[in-house]
T-cell receptor, first 114, second 116 residues
Framework: NAGVMQNPRHLVRRRGQEARLRCSPM?????VYWYRQLPEEGLKFMVY????????ESGMPKERFSAEFPKEGPSILRIQQVVRGDSAAYFC????????????FGSGTRLTVV | AQKITQTQPGMFVQEKEAVTLDCTYD???????LFWYKQPSSGEMIFLIY??????QNATEGRYSLNFQKARKSANLVISASQLGDSAMYFC?????????????FGSGTRLLVRP
């Protein structure tokens, strides 16, 4: 029973490149959340998706960031034209439905922009 | 707006002793949930304990207990009989039930170091 799988664990990108972060939710989970953690800070909500739908993107920067959760395959968080300030840990979490008692997090992707 | 405050950037505790990590919150939502997560140096987020705002009793999970004082808007985590493996960052978080997306609002965390 695999947990929430995120890959890659570590990603290095040069300024101006694109970063694609993948999240495979737990089996049977159709709700995915993305959070960002800057160094020495707590997690900040970015976006909440259900299969093929963005439900809440109130935490997403207006430019360069996008997210999708297609009918088949993992959820993707895409950052275009990365800048040094995008360096952070990006966590994905999933649940079978909006959960009263929270959800399961993946191990995160650590993005470093050089 | 919802807010979580953790005022202790770092804490020390002697192995086998108990430690309390502070968390206060602010919300206008009449119904909400409070969470604690542990983040070891390896980076993953580990769920520890949950408290619903209408739960009559304080939540407990093994060596973890949540000291929930609703009037004071505090939800402190108590770790009993500390172990070396408890050294980690600890995050308090909350979710308002009026928020249909169930997103979590996190505090800034407390770094706990357990001394042998």
């Amino acid at each position: 029973n695999a947990g929430v799988m995120q890959n890659p664990r570590h990603l290095v990108r040069r300024r101006g490149q694109e970063a694609r972060l993948r999240c495979s939710p737990m089996k049977g989970h159709s709700h995915v959340y993305w959070y960002r953690q800057l160094p020495e800070e707590g997690l900040k909500f970015m976006v909440y998706l259900q299969k093929e739908n963005i439900i809440d993107e109130s935490g997403m920067p207006k430019e360069r960031f996008s997210a999708e959760f297609p009918k088949e395959g993992p959820s993707i968080l895409r950052i275009q034209q990365v800048v040094r300030g995008d360096s952070a840990a990006y966590f994905c979490a999933s649940s079978p439905q909006p959960q009263e008692k929270g959800y399961t997090f993946g191990s995160g992707t650590r993005l470093t922009v050089v | 707006a919802q807010k979580i405050t953790q005022t202790q950037p770092g804490m020390f505790v002697q192995e086998k002793e108990a430690v309390t990590l502070d968390c206060t919150y602010d919300t206008s939502d009449p119904s909400y949930g409070l969470f604690w997560y542990k983040q070891p140096s390896s980076g993953e987020m580990i769920f520890l304990i949950y408290q619903g705002s209408y739960d009559q009793q304080n939540a407990t999970e093994g060596r973890y207990s949540l000291n929930f004082q609703k009037a004071r808007k505090s939800a402190n985590l108590v770790i009993s009989a500390s172990q070396l493996g408890d050294s980690a960052m600890y995050f308090c978080a909350m979710r308002g039930r009026m928020d249909s997306s169930y997103k979590l609002i996190f505090g800034s965390g407390t770094r706990l170091l357990v001394r042998p």
